[in-house]
Structures are given as structure tokens and as C-alpha cells.
């Protein structure tokens, strides 16, 4: 069983820091603007989650409404039952009969400089030639679509367009290997791939098409290719097979009605690797992922008509689907979106797109915040940002230094920072601040959000007290979660819903404080245990970016005789600090004074960098096999550099 819980409290270390109060002049105006009137909804919806969730969603357009809020029979849900809706039709056709028809939707950058907008007339056409365009290939309600291309908006739109036409899709990340986008393709059974000749990062041309045609050899449930012209690079026509993506719109018709879709259609099938094992493929369905999303969206970032929200996700992540894609449509909103890397042409292209779109609400990943923060302030301080009224961060927990960094440097203590802990798996927002609600404390996602039964127990399922750490679980059915693992409902089963009885688990320790504020602790997996000392690799990882010459680390246990575990920390410097013996001493005694003597790492690694997902997860387990000195074993399709292993493994030698 992956992610087998073990019997044993986890060690609470880690130290409450400061607390910041929503800015008053932020929580005037805010959609829930104040404690009280969080708490409020909260107890309304623990009294009854089906009402709660009702009203949400009844904010969106039905074609039939439902009998039944919620069916349960753990661990199956089904969520409005009965009523047919689509969610292309919510984000699309919903918004053309007001002042937001000529509105723009989505604005898109391009890394070489070149900007796009599309109003939501404009998508809602594009979105239609193309839900055409599918269908003449022969695509039907229920068929899978695999989607790999650059961050661009005809990524959104062939999402749309699937969704408009009941059929599934499976965005495949760019990124990734030939290899890996079989696997899922043949996974799914994907029947259409969509792509693009090619994709922009960092000046260069990524060949998506070439990894496409490398795929499709090996997957036989490939029927017909669908080709962007992007990037304009030179690329292999198979014919018969590869279709162009102008040609296949030119002769589509723009009338397209949307499919009436039951609530519980299948939506999307977006893999996530699981710790050992092949990638699951997480199933979402239509109805209750997009009451959820719309939801969260508009509460969580306060969406106004005038925002200029930009998530800086990809769509292959499941952040790109919800909050990149979804969230910000169902709700009207303008979208930026952004092609690129982050550092081309220079270090501060970010805080120049920020300044010349007027971006005013700005969500992305601890990882990349570290990243800006070792670049220095001078990059932000050449531009103007204050169009920014909130932050967000997603994707681990934010070490208190970075999200003070992130408040000051980016947000001029002026903005709220939203700190939004959810999962593949959830779909959407679980655990966050309200940031016109609730004090933020850096380092916590602070509470579940109304409606969401988040808890953190012990192993029979038991909440734990005030002060202490456990598992965080989801106890009662949400309307956006995760539906089953495709094709493997019996690892769906084992992997959520048989480690603690009767509830969803998460994966993640956390602990609950003295306010029964969240702090996550990071995977079960990577907690470690020296001498019997449940200790999270985060809170040793938070105390040693807390050192002045440290960039960022990444701590992971190595098996020792003694003592069961030994901390080991990999580290990467601030630019310009160089690796010393004696470095490594000050920075065992900065952990053994920051947090205990039995954290003091055993060893210290320098690193150049560390081993990421693309949306910036370290891969311990890689690192915990780099420093148990075996090899690297199990699936590394996730991994944004391969590189770095090569180069992790020599610098021992
Ligand atoms: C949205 C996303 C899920 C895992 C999750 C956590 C970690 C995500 C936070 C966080 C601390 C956060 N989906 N995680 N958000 N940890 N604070 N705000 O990331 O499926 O790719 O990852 O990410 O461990 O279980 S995901």
C-alpha cells in the first residue's frame, strides 16, 4: 500500500510566527469581510453541506436541475443528481447576453513578446470551430482527447471544446516526454491527440510534434493528430493521420450548441504520479467540479469585474485546469496567461508583464518565489506593481521567510496573501485563508474553507487536540473531488479511502494550532524518524532557507544503523556563497539551535539545484535514493531536468 500510515504522533516543532490581519482597507469591500462573517458560513454549511453547496451551485446555468444534492456510498460519490449542465456552456455561452460578451476572457502573452486577446465572443467561436473540428474526426461523448501543447490559448480552447462536446480530456504537459505521453495515452485510451508543432521556453523551440510522432507508434487508439501552427519550426505531416488545426477550423461551422451532459459526465483525466508505481490517472466529472471551482474562485481571490487575475500554472497541472482555465471563465473573468519561462528574457520579465497588464491578482508557487527572492529585490523594483490587490501561493508550504519576502517585495504590504492548500485529487481549493476573513499566518494555508469537513486525526480517525500534529483527512464527500482512479477503481479505494477509516486521506501530515489554524507538514512519506522522532523534512528545510546564504534545500531521511534515519540536507547557496567545510558545520548547529538538537542534519550536500516537478514539487524520493547511494529507480517522467541526476549522483564522487 502506498502511503501506509505508521502508528506514531508526529513531533511538533515548528514555531508559530507572526499574524497578519486581513488590510482593512482590503476587507471593506471584501465578498466575505470579516471573522465573523467566515464563521458564520462555516457553521451554515457544517449544519448542512448539501444546502451550502446547493446555493453554489445554482449561481451556474442548468440545463435540467437536479433531484438529489448528494448520493453517497463511501467511497462513490455523486453530486446533483440527476441534473444536466455543461461546463463550456458556464464559461462561454453563459456570458454573452450581458456587459460581458465584448469583455476580454483571456489575455496571452507569448515568450518572443507577442500579445493575444480573445472576449468572450471571440472564445465562445474559437471554442466552437473547434468542438466542429473534433467532431468531424469523429470524436463522440465520452471519447478521451489527449492534449499536449505550449501554455498557449488554443490549450484552453481544446479543453473547452472537448467539454462543449462531452467528450474527456487528458492534458498531457508539454514537458514531458515521448514516453511518457504514451503511457497516458494509451492509459486512456485517447483516440485524437492534440498538439503543436512546437512550444517556446527560454529562447529555444521544445519539438512537441517530434515527441508526438514518437508516440503515436506506440499507441494504437491514436486515430487522427490535431497540429497547431505556433512555433513555426519544421515538422513531419504523416498523412492520413496529422491534421492542421487552421485547415480542420477553416472549414468547421461556428454553431455548436453544447451537449446537455449529466452532472456526473466525465470531464477530464489528469495523471499525478503516486509515490512508487505508474502515474494514476485522477477522473473529475462535470457538475460538482464546477461548483466547486466557481466557487473557490470568486471567494477565495475576491474576483471583481475589473480584476486582471493571473495564475501562472501550466495546464498541465491541475492548477492550469482550475484556476488558469476553469475558475476564472466560470466566473467572467479576464485571464492573463503567459507562454514563456520566467526568467527570458531577463530576470525581471515577470514584474514587466505585471506592470504593463495591470495584473492585479498574481497566483503561483512557493518555488518559484524563492527563486525571484535569491534573484534580489532589484528585479521587482524596476517596475511599477501596484495594480497587484492579491497574492496567492499553491503547491507546498511556503517557508515564512519567502511569504514575507512575497508580502513586502511583490505585494508592498498592501496585498493579502492567500495560501491555498488542495490536491489533484480535490479539484479544487480546500484548506485557505478568506482574505478579506482571516489573518494570515506565513506558512499556514489556515482553515477549510466552508463547506469542506478537512480535519487533521490520529490513525482510528480520531481529531486530533489543539497543538498537535497528525493526518489531514477530508471526512464527508465534496462536490469537486476526485471520482475514481481511471480504469483502477480498486487502487482508488486502497490508496484514499482504506488507510483511515471511513475518510479520504489526503497523504499529507499536518498539525493544528493553538486557533486550529492547518499547518501542512508535507507528504506522510516524507516525514522521517530519528531515534523514534517524527520529524517533517519541512519544518528542517524552513529552518535551514532561514540561514542568510541559503537558497533553498531539501531534506530527506538516509538509513542509519543507530538511529533508524539520519537527516540528510541538500542545499543550494545564494548566489555568490560558496561551499565550505565550515559552512556545512554552521549550518548543522543553525538547525540543532532552530529547532532541537536531534534535527541537526548528519550531512550537509551542496547542490547546484534540486530535483523538481514542473510545478516545483522536489522529488524526495529521488533524493532519498541519491542518499541512501543506490540508484534511482521508479518513474521519472515527472521530472523537469533530467540533468540534475546525473550531476547530483557525480558530485559524491
Ligand atoms: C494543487 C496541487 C498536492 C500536494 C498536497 C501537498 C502539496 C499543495 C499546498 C501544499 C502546503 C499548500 N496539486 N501542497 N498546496 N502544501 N501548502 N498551500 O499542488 O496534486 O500537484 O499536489 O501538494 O502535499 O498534497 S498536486
Redesign the pocket.
Known amino acids: 500500500m502506498e502511503n501506509a500510515v505508521k502508528e506514531r504522533s508526529i513531533d511538533v516543532l515548528l514555531r508559530e510566527g507572526a499574524s497578519f490581519p486581513p488590510p482593512p482597507a482590503f476587507a471593506k469591500t471584501a465578498r466575505v469581510p470579516s471573522k465573523a462573517a467566515r464563521a458564520k458560513l462555516t457553521a451554515a454549511a457544517a449544519k448542512s453541506p448539501e444546502k451550502f453547496w446547493d446555493a453554489a451551485a445554482r449561481e451556474l446555468f442548468w440545463f435540467k436541475p437536479w433531484r438529489k444534492t448528494l448520493q453517497w456510498k463511501v467511497p462513490h460519490a455523486k453530486w446533483f443528481v440527476g441534473g444536466t449542465t455543461n461546463l463550456s456552456y458556464n464559461c462561454l455561452d453563459r456570458h454573452l447576453d450581458g456587459p460581458r460578451r465584448n469583455k476580454a476572457a483571456l489575455i496571452w502573452e507569448g515568450e518572443p513578446g507577442e500579445v493575444r486577446t480573445y472576449t468572450y465572443l471571440q472564445l465562445h467561436r474559437e471554442v466552437s470551430l473547434f468542438a466542429n473540428g473534433l467532431k468531424s474526426l469523429g470524436v463522440a461523448k465520452g471519447d478521451r482527447v489527449a492534449i499536449y501543447m505550449p501554455l498557449v490559448p488554443e490549450a484552453v480552447i481544446a479543453m473547452l471544446a472537448c467539454a462543449r462536446v462531452g467528450a474527456v480530456h487528458g492534458v498531457v504537459f508539454g514537458g514531458f516526454s515521448a514516453e511518457a505521453l504514451r503511457d497516458r495515452i494509451n492509459d486512456s485510451q485517447a483516440k485524437i491527440v492534440v498538439t503543436s508543432d512546437g512550444g517556446w521556453r527560454k529562447g529555444a523551440i521544445l519539438r512537441l510534434k517530434d515527441a508526438v510522432d514518437e508516440a503515436v507508434k506506440g499507441s494504437p487508439s491514436v486515430k487522427a493528430v490535431v497540429v497547431l501552427k505556433h512555433a513555426g519550426n519544421e515538422i513531419t505531416i504523416n498523412e492520413g493521420m496529422d491534421h492542421w488545426w487552421h485547415r480542420l477550423t477553416a472549414k468547421s461551422s461556428p454553431v455548436c450548441p453544447a451537449e446537455k451532459l449529466d452532472s456526473e459526465h466525465p470531464l477530464f483525466i489528469l495523471y ?1 504520479s503516486g509515490s512508487t508505481g505508474k502515474p494514476k490517472g485522477i477522473l473529475h466529472t462535470t457538475g460538482g467540479y464546477m461548483t466547486q471551482v466557481a466557487w473557490t474562485t470568486k471567494n477565495v481571490f475576491d474576483l471583481r469585474e475589473e480584476d486582471v487575475y493571473w495564475c501562472t500554472a501550466d495546464v498541465g ?3 492550469g485546469h482550475s484556476y488558469l482555465s476553469y475558475g476564472p471563465l466560470l466566473n467572467g473573468a479576464t485571464a492573463f496567461m503567459y507562454e514563456g519561462a520566467p526568467l527570458t528574457p531577463g530576470p525581471d520579465r515577470f514584474w514587466s508583464m505585471i506592470a504593463r497588464h495591470k495584473i492585479s491578482i498574481f497566483y503561483t508557487a512557493p518555488t518559484a518565489i524563492r527563486t525571484f527572492m535569491r534573484l534580489g529585490d532589484s528585479h521587482p523594483g524596476k517596475h511599477d506593481l501596484t495594480s497587484l490587490r492579491l497574492l496567492g ?6 517557508n515564512p521567510e519567502a511569504w514575507k519576502w512575497y508580502r513586502r517585495t511583490i505585494g508592498g504590504e498592501r496585498c493579502p496573501i492567500v ?7 480535490t479539484g479544487a481549493i480546500m484548506i485557505s485563508p478568506l482574505p478579506g476573513a482571516t489573518a494570515a499566518k506565513p506558512g499556514s ?1 489556515t482553515l477549510p474553507l466552508p463547506g469542506v469537513d478537512a480535519d487533521v486525526v490520529d490513525m482510528q480517525g480520531k481529531s486530533v487536540p489543539l497543538g498537535s500534529g497528525g493526518y489531514l483527512v477530508v471526512k464527508r464527500p465534496w462536490p469537486s473531488m476526485l471520482r475514481t482512479i481511471w480504469g483502477d477503481d480498486e487502487r482508488y479505494k486502497a490508496q484514499y479511502w482504506s488507510q483511515i477509516p471511513g475518510m479520504y486521506f ?3 501530515g499536518a498539525r493544528k494550532d493553538k486557533d486550529g489554524y492547518i499547518w ?1 507538514l ?2 506522510i512519506d516524507d516525514v522521517l524518524n530519528v531515534s523514534g522522532h517524527r520529524l517533517s523534512t519541512m519544518e528542517i528545510e524552513s529552518a535551514l532557507v532561514g540561514h542568510a546564504y541559503v537558497a533553498e534545500s531539501a531534506v530527506v531521511g538516509r538509513p542509519d544503523e543507530i538511529h533508524g534515519q539520519a537527516v540528510c540536507a541538500f542545499v543550494t547557496l545564494k548566489g555568490g556563497r560558496t561551499p565550505s567545510p565550515e559552512l556545512k558545520d554552521e549550518l548543522r548547529e543553525f538547525v540543532a539551535k532552530a529547532i532541537g538538537a536531534i534535527a541537526r542534519p548528519a550531512e550537509i550536500r551542496f547542490t547546484d539545484s534540486l530535483p523538481k516537478t514542473r ?1 516545483g ?1 522536489i522529488m524526495r524520493r529521488l533524493l532519498r535514493e541519491i542518499a541512501a547511494g543506490g540508484a534511482v529507480k521508479g518513474d521519472v517522467t515527472t521530472l523537469e531536468d533530467f540533468g540534475i541526476l546525473a550531476k547530483l549522483q557525480q558530485d559524491e564522487e
Open positions: 499525478t497541472w491541475v492548477t501561493t499553491v503547491g507546498e508550504p511556503i495560501d491555498t492548500w488542495w490536491q489533484t485529487e494555508a489526503t497523504g499529507d501542512i508535507g507528504r510545478s514539487k
